[in-house]
């Protein structure tokens, strides 16, 4: 770890030596399970607080690996090089391709993010859902005007790359059925995450009238209604963000990665594993909806109780996303 980069120091390998497939590989190493628990070691070091960069931050380090000097090429070796019928010669010096960069950086998950909180309490109670918590548009500058946000460095037009959600809840304390195979099979009291598009105008015309924008963002609305308007008959789903411990009266603390390299089948078994083990709708190890967040999007998170005595109390919760720069 460079301290005053606080960034991983990266493998320096010459260009001939790089194979962005193998690279691109060894990314899908880790399982959401395994991420989990290098999360939970890291909050268990005493004194290390963990750190987030700005976007000024990436953007020095993009800069200092942008004219990095990869290596100097020799007498020896520019003369071999020339023989092969390469164009180096002696003094000569490489740097690093904006693409290898793009990899050392997301290797080292070295991101901009924003959080975003809610403060106080709340009690959900049988079938009175509601949505506690909402993030800004990705990549939108929170000080902007909403209908003409002003968009922060990013990378790609998908440029998320992990949300974590943070939570502090519990249910009523007392229920469930005799012999789950779970501290959360047979739980009425969850949440669920929703991404929601966002809303552009027909056109970029700057002569646009309010009620031109309004009518615009009714339609846009009953087009793209989100499904997080359900029934009282909705129950947990392969979707669920995660549900309370049965019949736990104390809060509890979690923390929930959602990761754009997780690609687990929500039909295989290690997929219902980490469901069954975090409470957590198998469909969320996919990393779909990472991959699917696009500039402006935002992430909509609702508290739920379901049956007569089941209640939700959620004593905390945040959101922080992370995206490339």
């Known amino acids: 770890m460079l301290p005053w980069l606080r960034l991983r120091r ?3 390998v010459g260009l001939n030596d790089v194979n962005p497939e193998t690279e691109q590989a060894h990314e899908s190493w880790e399982t959401p399970e395994s991420r989990a628990e290098s999360q939970s070691e890291s909050q268990d070091r005493k004194g290390e607080e963990e750190y987030y960069p700005s976007i000024n931050d990436v953007l020095c380090v993009r ?9 100097k090429v020799c ?3 520019g003369e071999e090089r020339k023989g092969k ?4 010669t002696p003094g000569h010096t490489e740097r690093l391709p904006v693409e290898i960069i793009d990899m050392i950086l997301d290797h080292a998950e070295y991101w901009p993010s924003v959080e ?3 403060e106080g309490k709340r009690v959900i109670r049988q079938d009175q859902d509601a949505e506690i918590l909402r993030t800004g548009g990705l990549c939108y500058a929170s000080s902007s005007p909403a209908i003409k946000p002003r968009i922060l460095p990013h990378r790609t037009v998908h440029p998320c790359r992990k949300i974590v959600f943070t939570l502090t809840a519990h249910d009523q304390g007392w229920g469930g059925s005799h012999g789950t195979r779970s501290a959360y099979e047979g739980s009425y009291s969850w949440f669920d995450a929703y991404r929601i598009p966002a809303f552009h105008p027909l056109s970029d015309d700057n002569q646009h009238q309010p009620a031109d924008l309004v009518a615009q963002y009714q339609q ?8 997080f308007e359900v029934s009282a008959n909705f129950l947990p789903s392969k979707e669920t963000l995660c549900c309370n411990k049965v019949a736990v009266r104390q809060a509890q603390t979690r923390r929930i990665s959602w990761h754009y390299r997780d690609a687990l089948d929500p039909n295989s078994d290690e997929a219902k594993e980490i469901g069954a083990k975090q409470g957590r709708g198998p469909g969320t190890t996919s990393g779909q909806m990472v ?3 696009e500039i402006g999007d935002e992430l909509s998170v609702w508290a739920r109780a379901r049956f007569p ?3 939700n109390h959620v004593e905390g919760m945040s959101v922080r996303v992370f995206w490339a720069v």
């Not at 019928?85 to 180096?88: I, M, N, R």
């Not at 846009?220 to 499904?227: D, W």
Request: glycine share 6%; no cysteine.
């Open 10 to 12: 990266p493998r320096i």
């Open 63 to 71: 800069e200092f690996l942008l004219h990095f000097q990869l290596r």
């Open 75 to 77: 007498q020896h070796e």
């Open 85 to 88: 019928g390469d164009v180096a």
């Open 116 to 118: 975003t909180k809610i």
């Open 220 to 227: 846009y609305y009953e087009e793209q209604r989100p499904r």
């Open 291 to 293: 991959r699917a967040m």
């Open 309 to 311: 005595g089941w209640m």
